[in-house]
C-alpha cells in the first residue's frame, strides 16, 4: 500500500501562487507516476498534471499549462505542483494521485486539500 498527504493548499488571490506538496510513504518503490488532480463544486474530478517517476515525464492539462509546474523529488517521495497566476476557476479540491503496478496496476489518493481562488 501507499499512503499520500497533501498540504499548502489555502485561500489566495487571483493573479497569486500557491504550492502544493503530497508526500508519498510506504511501498513507495511501486510508483510509477504520481499527480495532481482537481474536483470543483458539481463537477468532475479533473486531471491537472502528472509526472513520472522515471524519467520525469510530464503531463499538463491544457487550461494550467504554462501557469503550473509539476515536480518531484524521488528521495523524499515528494510531489510538488506549483501554481502561478491563479484564476478563480483553479478553485476546487486538489487530491494527489500514484499510480503503481505490482502484477496489476494499483492506484492511490491522498486525501485532498482546498485551494479557493477569489477574484
Known amino acids: 500500500q501507499v499512503q499520500l498527504v497533501e498540504s499548502g493548499g489555502g485561500l489566495v488571490q487571483a493573479g497569486g501562487s500557491l504550492r502544493l506538496s503530497c508526500a508519498a510513504s510506504?511501498?513507495?518503490?511501486?510508483?510509477?507516476?504520481m499527480g495532481w488532480y482537481r474536483q470543483a463544486p458539481g463537477k468532475q474530478r479533473e486531471l491537472v498534471a502528472t509526472?513520472?517517476?522515471?524519467?520525469?515525464?510530464?503531463t499538463y492539462a491544457d487550461s494550467v499549462k504554462a501557469r503550473f509546474t509539476i515536480s518531484r523529488e524521488n528521495a523524499a517521495n515528494t510531489v510538488y505542483l506549483q501554481m502561478n497566476s491563479l484564476k478563480p476557476e483553479d478553485t476546487g479540491v486538489y487530491y494527489c494521485?500514484?499510480?503503481?503496478?505490482?502484477?496489476?496496476?494499483?492506484?492511490?489518493w491522498g486525501q485532498g486539500t482546498q485551494v479557493t481562488v477569489s477574484s
Open positions: 509526472i513520472t517517476t522515471s524519467g520525469g515525464t510530464t
Open positions: 510506504g511501498n513507495t518503490f511501486i510508483i510509477r507516476t
Open positions: 494521485n500514484a499510480v503503481g503496478r505490482v502484477l496489476a496496476t494499483l492506484e492511490f
